[in-house]
């Protein structure tokens, strides 16, 4: 986990998007970020799929109730 | 042409019969739209009433942004022309609605409660809004929403607070707050929200009218002001399940326009309403949707399946696969998706957002395509798994709406700086965005009051395209119990 994700998030947004900081509170919620990536961090090596070309559309009807009401 | 339905020919044609605006108003939408099929009242009469209750009531409320009152009561004394010479034009004949302003009419200005799109003129119709007029609704109005739909709570700092009709002080909940708002304080029969992160069902909960959002990709989103490509859904918010399943019928299914919008057939959502919920198996989670939640709020959900479980439904829990996973690829998709969408205006308006607003998308910028790639690319796998886990066992699960009390506007102000704020504005989500992750349909439905006289929602979700179950459970619901006959005090309308 980087030490300071406020000041990295705002170099990284205002290198690639020319976006500036708003305001204080956009630096608390970008602060929060770091519980994202945590999240992410927790997520790794916990979930087994092949990585074969998907899609969530046809994963909707693969899983459509079937039984057609009414 | 206009296909149009033969009305019976012993209707009557004249004055209404029911006395009086409030009364009018208090007919639920499938109520008033079969009295105008039978013509017992008028299109005028009813939407008179609506246009009055806006304009006398709406004051403390600020549901609505527009009122389009002259156009809405020359359409409405078309239909009535239309009525009287046997024709309509479809199931909601005569019936005004109002929509939250994010639904594109071609002439007129469509602001997603933003400074930025106030003088917005969108070229092109809603299919959504088309469909609804073409079988017969009247649209009188413009509904106040949260900025670009992007908050849970119903805050606006360009066109005020939305205010929930139980209490003033409390939120509407977010994004569609006034669809909400209007539709509890029976101003209108029902207004379309949208939800990308639980934006019908979050303000259906939380002033205590019935929301659904389907399956992802059930309705066509073209002509709708866009957040999230992958998230979005339509749909409406009214008092009753059979309201909600009236107009999902009418709204859902394939559109041209939209590419993305399913080819699936869809159901006769009123037909599966049979009140019968014997044998149904209804999953109680064991994770995460009951985490910390409030005791008025679990008190209400547990008397709520009770009775079910009385009418014969059975109660069975589950275990949710993939939860953790879930919650953290859902609270990214839309942020990029929406970065990447204000990208422009946040480079060169960044004044004319609300600090809230601004604060949330650029926090959007700074997560990595990598990881994004990885949530959608996922999102197909995690919903066949968790489908394959959970719905060979249970036909619908449950879970609250919003797992705690209806928060007041002040304890979610972002705006104002106040420490806590941030924390008490995400926890109101938390429940439903996971589901916008995983596609599935899912309805919040009255189901009790806290202490303070606040409602809470009951949510139930089901297997993809499984909208008719969800609508039968929540109708039966709704028979066994009267939280959605309920109506705000009239102090609050004062």
């Avoid at chain 2, 009086?20 to 005028?44: F, H, N, P, Q």
């Avoid at chain 2, 908050?151 to 002080?169: L, M, S, V, Y």
Wanted: glycine share 8%.
């Amino acid at each position: 986990m980087p030490e300071d994700v406020e000041a990295m998030i705002e170099q990284q947004v205002k290198t690639w998007f020319g976006v500036a900081v708003p305001n204080e509170q956009a630096r608390e919620m970008a602060r929060q970020l770091a519980g994202v990536i945590e999240g992410f961090r927790a997520v790794r090596g916990s979930i087994a799929f092949e990585d074969e070309p998907s899609s969530f559309e046809a994963a909707l009807l693969a899983t459509k109730d079937r039984e057609l009401l009414p | 042409m206009t296909p149009t339905m033969t009305v019976a020919a012993t209707a009557k044609t004249d004055t209404p019969s029911v006395a009086g605006g409030a009364a009018l108003l208090a007919l639920s939408l499938t109520e008033a739209a079969d009295a105008v099929a039978r013509g017992e009242i008028t299109a005028v009469a009813l939407t008179q009433a609506s246009i009055q209750a806006f304009q006398q009531k709406d004051g403390p409320l600020n549901a609505l942004i527009r009122l389009d009152a002259e156009e809405a009561l020359e359409a409405a004394e078309g239909l009535d022309h239309l009525r009287k010479a046997g024709r309509l034009l479809g199931p909601l004949h005569g019936v005004p609605l109002a929509h939250k302003d994010m639904y594109y009419q071609p002439g007129k200005p469509n602001t997603a409660g933003s400074r930025i799109r106030r003088e917005f003129h969108p070229a092109h119709a809603s299919t959504a809004l088309q469909r609804l007029e073409a079988a017969g609704s009247i649209t009188v109005g413009a509904l106040n929403m949260a900025e670009f739909a992007q908050n849970p709570t119903g805050h606006n700092a360009h066109f005020g607070d939305c205010r929930n009709p139980w209490n003033t002080d409390y939120c509407t909940g977010g994004s569609s707050s006034g669809s909400a708002a209007a539709v509890a304080a029976r101003f209108i029969y029902a207004a379309l929200g949208s939800d990308t992160g639980g934006s019908i069902r979050l303000p259906a909960s939380l002033c205590g009218v019935t929301g659904i959002k389907g399956t992802q990709t059930r309705v066509s989103r073209y002509g709708a002001m866009p957040l999230s490509f992958s998230a979005d859904n339509v749909g409406p918010l009214a008092r009753t399940a059979r309201d909600c399943a009236r107009i999902m019928k009418i709204i859902a299914g394939q559109d041209a326009k939209d590419p993305t919008s399913s080819r699936e057939p869809v159901p006769d959502y009123e037909a599966a309403l049979t009140g019968d919920v014997r044998g149904v198996r209804i999953g109680v989670p064991r994770d995460y949707f009951f985490d910390d939640v409030d005791a008025d709020v679990g008190a209400a959900i547990d008397a709520a399946l009770k009775a079910l479980e009385a009418a014969g439904a059975k109660l069975i829990p589950v275990s949710l696969p993939y939860m953790e996973a879930v919650a953290t690829y859902g609270s990214i998709v839309s942020r990029c998706e929406a970065a990447a969408i204000h990208a422009e205006w946040m480079r060169d308006r960044p004044d004319d957002y609300s600090i809230h607003l601004s604060a949330r998308i650029y926090g959007g910028f700074a997560i990595p395509a990598a990881y994004y790639i990885e949530a959608l690319s996922r999102r197909g796998p995690i919903l066949k798994a968790f489908a394959d886990a959970v719905f060979c066992d249970v036909d619908v699960f449950a879970a609250p709406t919003v797992r705690s009390k209806v928060p007041t506007r002040a304890e979610t102000d972002v705006d104002s700086g106040r420490a806590g704020t941030i924390a008490a504005f995400n926890a109101v989500s938390a429940n439903t965005r996971v589901v916008n992750y995983l596609g599935l349909p899912s309805i919040s439905v009255p189901c009790g009051f806290d202490a303070r006289g606040l409602p809470i929602g009951l949510m139930l979700q089901a297997r993809p395209f499984g909208e008719a179950r969800l609508f039968r459970v929540a109708d039966a619901f709704q028979r066994l119990t009267d939280w959605h006959d309920a109506m705000p005090p009239t102090n609050a309308l004062a």
